[in-house]
């Protein structure tokens, strides 16, 4: 067998493997969790746009790849709204009264309509004078994890993958959230403080889509491992060349553009759903 469908159903949702075993003509499958995941295999690859309506109205996530080397040793993640619920960025602006303009300008950021430094400048331009006080407050009181994330991180880390936070956000949040989740390293953008508060100045030079690549590529060649053995993940426009680069490359409940081009999607799961895609069962999940 060359290829394996891994199906994903999502909380309250459930598989019925023989079913769509038949429908999609799998020569075998196997559970990897009985009722919640399946890996199906075949010789030719399935056409999933015949079957993708079907599986996204009784939510359930696919990852078709090939068979060999599905454990990945490298997971290299972007940080808002892919290992946290919340965009850093438009918290911040909330302390400012200025949450809503931000977060549009994030929006359209992120689903590729604006050049990502001039959009990234233009917001935290509108933070200056913020007391850096803020950031902290921010993250106690409004930043929480993205269900899954630590399980993903501390299995694959406990597995022997090496594990990168790369963000187009700010240091202060992504040195805390590897901390809280077990990734060995991180990288992102600085913010410019000066006398207790912000300047609105980001310090160049600035972390951005072909940062995350450059990232990739790097600590692949740093671990000795091939791109086609690096899991990547990311929502917005500046995580798709890494993602395209990646041997499994996911658009983790993304902006649509970012699912329009991307190989690969999760869309009704949580972060869980790739330990499933590289066939790890749930009885082999650390935290």
């Known amino acids: 067998m060359t290829h394996v469908l ?3 159903a999502a909380d309250g949702a459930s598989l019925n493997s023989a079913e769509l075993a038949s429908s999609f003509g799998a020569a075998q499958w196997q559970w990897l969790d009985e009722s919640v995941a399946a890996d199906f295999f075949f010789d030719q690859p399935p056409v999933l746009a015949t079957y993708r309506d079907r599986l996204d109205a009784a939510r359930i996530d696919t990852i078709l790849q090939p068979v060999a080397g599905r454990e990945k040793r490298l997971l290299i993640s972007d940080m808002d709204s892919t290992m946290i619920a919340q965009e850093c960025i438009d918290e911040l602006a909330d302390c400012v009264g200025l949450k809503p303009q931000v977060a549009a300008i994030t929006e359209r950021a992120m689903n590729g309509e604006l050049d990502f430094h001039t959009a990234l ?10 007391p850096e006080t803020a950031l902290a407050e921010v993250f106690a009181q409004r930043i929480t994890l993205m269900p899954g994330a630590r399980t993903l991180v501390q299995t694959m880390r406990a597995r022997g993958a090496y594990c990168l936070l790369v963000s187009g956000g700010f240091t202060f949040f992504t040195r805390r959230v590897a901390e809280a989740l077990g990734f060995h390293a991180e990288e992102a953008n600085r913010l ?13 030079p600035i972390l951005d889509k072909q940062s995350k690549l450059t990232a990739l590529q790097q600590t692949a060649a740093v671990q000795g491992c091939a791109t086609e053995a690096v899991l990547a993940l990311g929502d917005g426009a500046n995580d798709l060349p890494m993602l395209l680069a990646a041997g499994l490359g996911v658009a983790y409940h993304a902006k649509p553009a970012v699912q329009q081009a991307a190989q690969h999607r999760i869309n009704h799961t949580d972060l869980r759903a790739l330990l499933y895609a590289q066939a790890i069962p749930k009885s082999e999940w650390t935290a």
């Open 6 to 8: 891994t199906l994903i």
């Open 121 to 130: 400048t233009e917001r935290v331009a509108l933070l200056k004078d913020l």
């Open 192 to 204: 410019e403080i000066t006398e207790g508060k912000l300047t609105g100045r980001v310090i160049a």
